[in-house]
């Protein structure tokens, strides 16, 4: 799987959007790109995903550059339940089936009131 | 709350001792993974089954082992405990085993081996 870099710390203000960045820049064509998040000690949780598209559900925005070798998650009105730790992972194919994801340190965002 | 079930929440055991995990997947999905996050490693993939069968490996111990039985739920076993074993383990279900197949996951088993 192509290696990720994020910032291992980001604030942001309650209210305003939060945008975390992501570095892969030896992502393959065929190597999709995934955000969860972990709150505390609770299990992952599943963000959003894309492959070259930007990307938007009821959580958040991805948006992926052109050469794909970099994305951003936005949130788009944080709130202190946000404040978590951040995964952006990058997922290849291997095998007869896709292997399980590669967790970096992620970026621990903080929501300030 | 993801759908994916996983028991007990909380063991603790001594070195030397067996457990065992057992996770539920949700309804419909095949394909199910156990992770480990411990403090200094991190979450690391252990194995990954799809509908009974294994088929990936991570860093999973030669002490640890897996299977899937034909109800779809899932049991990690730990056998030979050791301290360094203390960790949290998760289980993640996905419906099938795709790259652009999204994992979900449960929320954890806390092991502590004294």
């Known amino acids: 799987d192509a290696k990720t870099t994020q910032p291992p710390s980001m604030d942001c203000a309650e209210g305003r959007a939060a945008n975390l960045p992501c570095n892969h820049s030896t992502i393959s064509g065929n190597e999709y790109v995934y955000w969860y998040r972990q709150i505390h000690s609770q299990g992952p949780q599943y963000i959003i995903h894309?492959?070259?598209n930007n990307e938007t559900n009821e959580m958040a925005s991805l948006i992926i550059t052109e050469d794909r070798k970099s994305s951003t998650l936005i949130l788009p009105h944080a709130t202190l339940r946000d404040t978590a730790v951040y995964y952006c992972?990058?997922?290849?194919?291997?095998?007869?089936?896709?292997?399980?994801?590669?967790f970096g340190k992620g970026t621990h965002l903080i929501i300030q009131p | 709350d993801s759908g994916v079930t996983q028991t007990p929440k909380h063991l603790i055991t001594a070195t030397g001792q067996r457990v065992t995990l057992r996770c539920s997947p949700r309804?419909?999905?095949?394909?199910v993974y156990w992770y480990q996050q411990s403090l200094d490693q991190g979450l690391q993939f252990l194995i990954q089954?799809?509908?009974?069968?294994?088929?990936a490996k991570g860093n999973i111990l030669e002490r640890f082992s897996a299977q899937q039985f034909p109800d779809l739920h899932s049991e990690l076993n730990l056998s030979s405990l050791e301290l360094g074993d203390s960790a949290l383990y998760f289980c993640?279900?996905?419906?099938?085993?795709?790259?652009?197949?999204?994992?979900?996951f449960g929320p954890g088993t806390r092991l502590l081996v004294l």
């Open positions: 992972i990058v997922r290849a194919y291997s095998g007869g089936g896709a292997d399980g994801l590669t």
């Open positions: 309804s419909g999905d095949l394909s």
């Open positions: 993640a279900s996905s419906v099938d085993e795709g790259v652009g197949e999204t994992q979900y």
């Open positions: 089954y799809y509908n009974g069968e294994e088929r």
């Open positions: 894309g492959l070259k």
